[in-house]
C-alpha cells in the first residue's frame, strides 16, 4: 500500500473518532457495583437527615456523598423543598447537571430557565407537574400560591454544583458590573448591600410584590 495513501486512510480513521466520541461532560461511569463506605442504601427522613437548610422562603433537604454514601459514584443527586407562598430559590445555574424537578403538592409553583439564545421558558406547574432544567441553565422557582410548596428535584451529578446568579455577578470589579448594568459605581455598591446571603437558603422578599394566590 502507498505511504500516502496509507497516511490519508490513518487521518480519516482518527477523524472519524474524534467526530464520534462522545464528550465527557457527565460523571464518570462506576467502576463498581456500588461505593464500598454504603452500608445502607436507605437514608430516613432527609428533613432531619439530610443536609438541611431554612431560610425564610422555606425549607430545602439535600443529600451528598458524604451523608449517604449509597449515592457516590451513581451520578445523581436529590433534593426536596417545602416552599412558603412567595418564597423563592433565588435564580441559579447548575454546571454540571441537568434538573428534573416534580411538584408534589401546594404550589401553585413558577418555574423557569433562560436559555442561550436569552429566551425565556416560564411555566406555571400544578401537583404531579414535571418541569426539567437543561445543563448549565439559569432557572428559578417561586411559590405563586397560597399553601407551601413540596417539590422535589433530582439532578444526574453527584457533584452538580450551585451558582447563584446575582451572588456570583457581584462578585464582580464594580466598574465592571456597573458597565454591564449601565449603573453608576454608587449605585451598583447600594444593590449589592441589600443582596441576600450568599447560599443554598430559600428566600422572600415583602418588598418584592408577591402576593400569594396572583399569578
Known sequence: MDSRFRAFLVGMLLLQ???FSPVMAADPDPLVDFSPDAHNFTLRNIF????????PGGTRAAL??????ATTSQGITYVQFKMVPCGINLPHTHPRAAELLTLVSGGPLQVGFVDTNGVAHIDILYPGDVTVFPR???HFEQ???KTIAFYISALDSQNPGTLTSAGALFQLPTVALATTLNQTGAAVTAINST???YGPSLQMSSVSGCVPGRY
Open 64 to 69: 451528598d456523598t458524604k451523608i449517604f454514601p
Open 195 to 197: 443582596l441576600y446571603t
Open 143 to 145: 411559590n405563586v400560591g
Open 136 to 138: 448549565g441553565m439559569l
Open 17 to 19: 473518532c474524534l467526530h
Open 48 to 55: 432531619m437527615n439530610g443536609d438541611v437548610s431554612h431560610g
